[in-house]
């Protein structure tokens, strides 16, 4: 599976960004996918998971409320739609995939993984 995320950018605080990882591949629609994000000096940071379906979803607490995890498998697309976006928001975006339906909270468990997106939120 190859991945490429997409759609970040410059927003203030409060505003909405939807971010998209555009996968190849013929397993990517049986692939548990994630989004994870990493700030300079930090470690990388799970936000959300989806299962094969798009019916088994969790989010990291701090995004809880905030952000929409989704996927259209016929466009082998993954997307993240993140609202009332702060400061502390502000990372590369990453997207990632693995084989299996449980879904996975650590970077680790990713085989797979995309380019990230830069996300910057102004105060």
């Known amino acids: 599976v190859q991945l490429q995320a997409s759609g970040g950018g410059l927003v203030q605080a409060g505003g909405s960004l939807r971010l998209s990882c555009a996968a190849s591949?013929?397993?990517?629609?049986?692939?548990?996918v994630a989004w994870f994000r990493q700030a300079p000096g930090k470690e990388r940071e799970f936000v959300a998971a989806?299962?094969?379906?798009?019916?088994?979803?969790d989010y990291a607490d701090s995004m809880k409320g905030r952000c929409t995890i989704s996927r259209d498998n016929a466009k082998n697309t993954v997307y993240l739609q993140m609202n009332s976006l702060k400061p502390e928001d502000t990372a590369g975006y990453l997207c990632?995939?693995?084989?299996?339906?449980?879904?996975?909270?650590?970077?680790?468990?990713?085989?797979?993984w995309g380019q990230g997106t830069q996300v910057t939120v102004s105060s």
């Open positions: 591949g013929r397993t990517f629609r049986t692939s548990t």
């Open positions: 989806s299962g094969w379906s798009g019916v088994t979803t």
């Open positions: 990632a995939a693995k084989a299996g339906y449980v879904l996975g909270y650590v970077a680790g468990q990713y085989n797979f």
